[in-house]
């Protein structure tokens, strides 16, 4: 049911990039799709955990999905495009950016929710899994800095690491810079955590009326 209501909405996303297209003849947020087959990453890369057999493929999985995660969260900077001088109406863009929006965030959800119950198994602990959801959600608060402030992406990891390194070394003792990596990554951090959270209030209840019924 949940991938079907996501497929609506990449369609509807997709719909509104070719009518922007068709009536401004400008390609300018087609990035906005670019972004999008990021955000679907580790949610691609997660469902296939259970159909591999071996420790290694499954921490592989586990690994890539946690570098590219960031990348669905990240969708919701994109707001940052929207201003007065573009060709479009603004309300046309402001619809268009949100739905983009929307779904990276739909597609964080999901995607941490798989990862959770996957990582849930490995602990006995609650409080250790619960410090471990943090660092998950706080790390995503990082890595959109990381991506909209910093420029970097996820395969910089491999491709740039010394020069990622070091900036986000700076980015954190750097005395003129940490306040506002500090700022911008709990606050992201605390936005995902609050949005993460009501929907599994959501989800409980729901399943509590369906129990409710049988």
Not at 158 to 170: E, F, K
Not at 179 to 199: H, N, S
């Amino acid at each position: 049911m949940r991938s079907i209501t996501i497929l609506k909405l990449v369609v509807f996303c997709i719909a509104m990039l070719t009518m922007r297209l068709l009536k401004t003849e400008h390609f300018s947020f087609f990035f906005l799709l670019w972004n999008l087959l990021l955000a679907s990453l580790p949610y691609w890369m997660i469902s296939r955990y259970y159909k591999l057999k071996t420790s290694k493929g499954r921490f592989a999985i586990i690994a890539g999905t946690l570098l590219f995660l960031p990348n669905a969260p990240y969708l919701l900077t994109d707001l940052f495009h929207l201003t007065k001088n573009l060709v479009a109406p603004m309300w046309f863009d402001l619809v268009l950016i949100l739905s983009f929006s929307i779904l990276g965030l739909l597609l964080f959800i999901i995607t941490a929710e798989k990862l959770f119950t996957i990582l849930s198994t490995f602990f006995k602990s609650r409080a250790a899994f619960s410090c471990v959801k943090f660092l998950i959600i706080l790390s995503n608060g990082y890595g959109i800095y990381l991506g909209r402030y910093l420029r970097f992406n996820s395969w910089d990891v491999i491709s740039n690491p010394d020069d990622l390194a070091l900036r986000m070394y700076q980015s954190v003792f750097d005395r003129n810079n940490y306040k506002e990596t500090l700022a911008i990554t709990i606050t992201f951090a605390i936005f995902l955590y609050l949005v993460f959270e009501i929907y599994e209030s959501f989800k409980k209840r729901v399943e509590e009326k369906q129990n409710e019924l049988f």
